[in-house]
């Protein structure tokens, strides 16, 4: 799994590519922490270049999502190709996360103020 961080105005992204799986969670958790640590209101997961996720790589995203809710800040999901958006429809997921194509991601949610913040990754 890679992991890249971006800002989209207000919005922090975390993009993730390849697989999402149980070797990648603590990695995972441990970025999501820093990115809220300054209490974003939204958090946007980036997950077109995402070719697999298990249970634990879900179970991650579901506490991520608890964890931001707790902080009354929201995460949305976007860019999942069909047969990841399957397995949460199945599993009944897309009732508790906010899952948006890009271009309505992008749409609601970009401007201009487009920065990188990839210094977060090499501080962990």
């Given at each position: ?21 149980i070797?990648?969670?603590?990695e ?10 300054p209490n ?56 508790f ?20 913040i ?7």
């Amino acid at each position: 799994m890679e992991l890249k961080l971006n800002t989209l105005g207000k919005v922090k992204t975390i993009e993730i590519s390849g697989k999402f799986d149980i070797e990648s969670t603590e990695e995972f958790e441990s970025i999501f922490a820093k990115v809220i640590e300054p209490n974003p209101s939204i958090v946007a997961i980036d997950m077109g270049k995402l070719d697999y996720i298990d249970s634990s790589g879900i179970g991650s995203l579901i506490k991520s999502l608890n964890l931001l809710k707790s902080k009354k800040g929201k995460l949305i999901l976007f860019g999942m190709k069909p047969m990841i958006q399957n397995v949460f429809k199945l599993a009944k997921l897309d009732m508790f996360f906010e899952i948006l194509n890009p271009s309505d991601f992008h749409s609601k949610y970009a401007n201009e103020d487009d920065s990188d913040i990839d210094d977060l990754l090499r501080k962990s």
